[in-house]
């Protein structure tokens, strides 16, 4: 039966339309498990816990060098495969849940629940596995919404994740001091006057990144035991604003030895621009007083002051590795229990984060550090440590997991299983990434990003610079910060018009030719279709 949390305990009351909406699907898993269902026995399938994360970089020690002590993301990715070049398939936390959790490309940035995305009858990621036996948990924030794809799960803990009308604002804010929880009040600006960060000497279990490990690790000692497989996410909040951490973590880092941003300037003939985003949903005077407009250029827009930078870095800094101390209990359960030679872990964010650099805070952008996350996957005794420069995508977790768990993967699914990569790391993978963000569809190459805006706007607005152009492309190998455009540049007219059929192509034609994966008919396929290209 489907179960509601509160207060971390099971909640078996539910609506007579949650029950109608439960029994439908109960009775499509049984359809799906008739055809999808595994021919090895229960004992034999192994366990799957999935590590989301909100606004995490690929800056962490394991990804080169870095100031950010994270010890356990770096630990596990000690038995994993790494890989350096993966990338979201959206910007922003909605849009890019939903694709990853249904296995399918984004075809606007605005879809932010399930079925905007995945047909009706086709399952998701969870809903899959719970169909071929699985006991699905959904711990923390999962997707962006509490009430979506709900009869997927076997139990979902809502009380370790809850948004408001603004999605940086309720219970995930993790703020201790009174003066912040009252700021929080919901206004017509859509501001609050709460700080963007908080440094109080508090115990971990008073944030809510507490909570969802105590009750991933609850979970854990229960399969531990029981025999039946389990598919596990946890779902942390952390680093997502606000900047709250006890102070401990604060204390990892002296502030004058914070790191900003070496690029604090749009690159020469940019387009991308965005509006600070959740940045500017608290109270902040020197945030808040910046004056972004639609019409705002390059050279006006503003730069934050670099003790401001500074400060709000150190809070980020201080949230990755509160999270990751989160993380570490988790994996550290996970080993203890025994269970860690039969389980797959994945760890992921949604989407990158950008700390100054062009200028930019937030997410929701075309720039390579929204759209970069970090990505590792350990699959024992397959996985040993290991990195790649192969090009990967979140799409590619869903069949992933599932050839990984022998399932065959299902025919909705565009996403490509990392799996003989995983098993080969010398071999050919797929030629390009694709994203969606902001009227415009950018895509990543070994070497290059190509975007591609839907038209040029000569007045800007909160995605584009003003400009006369549409394309910007950014060449890693000569600029690795990617500082100049040089889409403008006459000499690169064939490069560009080559990345553009490349992108016209879509994610069927990146594949890698003769790779052949098991898939299952059972449910009707969408439409065929290339990399989409209608506006955002």
């Given at each position: 039966?489907?179960?509601?949390?509160?207060?971390?305990?099971?909640?078996?009351?539910?609506?007579?339309?949650?029950?109608?909406?439960?029994?439908?699907?109960?009775?499509?898993?049984?359809?799906?498990?008739?055809?999808?269902?595994?021919?090895?026995?229960?004992?034999?399938?192994?366990?799957?816990?999935?590590?989301?994360?909100?606004?995490?970089?690929?800056?962490?020690?394991?990804?080169?060098?870095?100031?950010?002590?994270?010890?356990?993301?770096?630990?596990?990715?000690?038995?994993?495969?790494?890989?350096?070049?993966?990338?979201?398939?959206?910007?922003?936390?909605?849009?890019?849940?939903?694709?990853?959790?249904?296995?399918?490309?984004?075809?606007?940035?605005?879809?932010?629940?399930?079925?905007?995305?995945?047909?009706?009858?086709?399952?998701?990621?969870?809903?899959?596995?719970?169909?071929?036996?699985?006991?699905?948990?959904?711990?923390?924030k999962v997707y962006h919404f509490n009430n979506d794809d709900e009869p997927s799960w076997t139990r979902r803990y809502t009380d370790t994740f809850y948004e408001q009308k603004l999605v940086c604002d309720g219970y995930c804010s993790g703020y201790q001091k009174e003066e912040n929880k009252k700021g929080l009040t919901y206004s017509r600006t859509g501001r609050n006057s709460s700080s963007i960060t908080e440094c109080v000497d508090a115990p971990d279990s008073s944030y809510p990144d507490g909570l969802i490990a105590d009750t991933a690790i609850a979970e854990l000692k229960k399969y531990s035991k029981s025999g039946q497989p389990m598919f596990l996410v946890a779902g942390f909040y952390r680093p997502h604003l606000p900047w709250a951490a006890p102070k401990k973590y604060w204390d990892l880092y002296r502030r004058e030895e914070i790191d900003i941003?070496?690029?604090?300037?749009?690159?020469?003939?940019?387009?991308?621009?965005?509006?600070?985003?959740?940045?500017?949903?608290?109270?902040?005077k020197e945030v808040n007083a910046a004056n972004i407009n639609g019409s705002c250029d390059a050279d006006r827009f503003p730069v934050?002051?670099?003790?401001?930078?500074?400060?709000?870095?150190?809070?980020?800094?201080?949230?990755?590795?509160?999270v990751d101390a989160q993380i570490?209990?988790?994996?550290?359960?996970?080993?203890?229990?025994?269970?860690?030679?039969?389980?797959?872990?994945?760890?992921?964010?949604?989407?990158?984060?950008?700390?100054?650099?062009?200028?930019?805070?937030s997410k929701c952008s075309?720039?390579?550090?929204?759209?970069?996350?970090?990505?590792?996957?350990?699959?024992?005794?397959?996985?040993?440590?290991?990195?790649t420069e192969a090009l990967s995508e979140l799409v590619d977790i869903y069949p992933t997991l599932c050839e990984l768990t022998d399932l065959p993967v299902p025919?909705?699914?565009?996403?490509?299983?990392?799996?003989?990569?995983?098993?080969?790391?010398?071999?050919?993978?797929?030629?390009?990434?694709?994203?969606?963000?902001?009227?415009?569809?950018?895509?990543?190459?070994?070497?290059?990003?190509?975007?591609?805006?839907?038209?040029?706007?000569?007045?800007?607005?909160?995605h584009q610079l003003p400009s006369q152009g549409r394309y910007e492309l950014y060449d890693y190998k000569t600029d690795p910060a990617g500082n100049v455009n040089i889409a403008v540049d006459p000499k690169n007219e064939e490069l560009l018009e080559k990345l553009i059929a490349q992108m016209n192509a879509g994610f069927k034609a990146a594949r890698v030719r003769g790779l052949t994966l098991k898939y299952n008919s059972a449910a009707t396929p969408p439409s065929p279709s290339t990399f989409p290209t209608s506006p955002c």
């Open positions: 039966m489907f179960c509601k949390s509160l207060n971390g305990k099971c909640q078996s009351n539910i609506t007579r339309r949650e029950f109608i909406e439960t029994c439908s699907f109960g009775l499509l898993a049984l359809s799906v498990k008739g055809v999808y269902a595994n021919d090895s026995t229960e004992s034999q399938k192994r366990n799957v816990l999935l590590i989301y994360l909100d606004d995490l970089r690929p800056e962490l020690k394991c990804y080169g060098e870095s100031k950010i002590i994270s010890p356990n993301m770096d630990k596990l990715a000690a038995r994993s495969l790494v890989f350096n070049k993966a990338y979201c398939q959206v910007p922003i936390c909605m849009p890019s849940r939903v694709s990853t959790l249904s296995g399918m490309y984004s075809r606007s940035s605005g879809q932010g629940h399930l079925r905007n995305l995945l047909g009706k009858g086709l399952p998701s990621l969870p809903g899959y596995f719970k169909a071929n036996g699985y006991d699905t948990i959904s711990v923390g941003a070496a690029n604090p300037f749009f690159p020469t003939n940019a387009i991308t621009r965005n509006s600070w985003g959740d940045l500017r949903h608290y109270g902040d934050l002051s670099e003790e401001k930078q500074q400060e709000l870095v150190h809070g980020y800094w201080a949230c990755v590795s509160f570490g209990r988790v994996l550290d359960s996970l080993e203890k229990l025994g269970m860690a030679d039969n389980t797959v872990v994945v760890l992921c964010s949604d989407h990158g984060w950008q700390l100054g650099e062009h200028k930019l805070w075309n720039y390579e550090e929204a759209l970069r996350v970090p990505l590792m996957v350990a699959a024992p005794p397959i996985t040993k440590g290991k990195k025919e909705h699914v565009e996403g490509t299983s990392m799996v003989p990569l995983l098993k080969e790391l010398s071999r050919e993978w797929k030629s390009a990434a694709f994203s969606i963000w902001g009227g415009a569809r950018s895509m990543r190459t070994d070497r290059y990003r190509l975007t591609v805006y839907n038209k040029a706007l000569p007045k800007g607005n909160m």
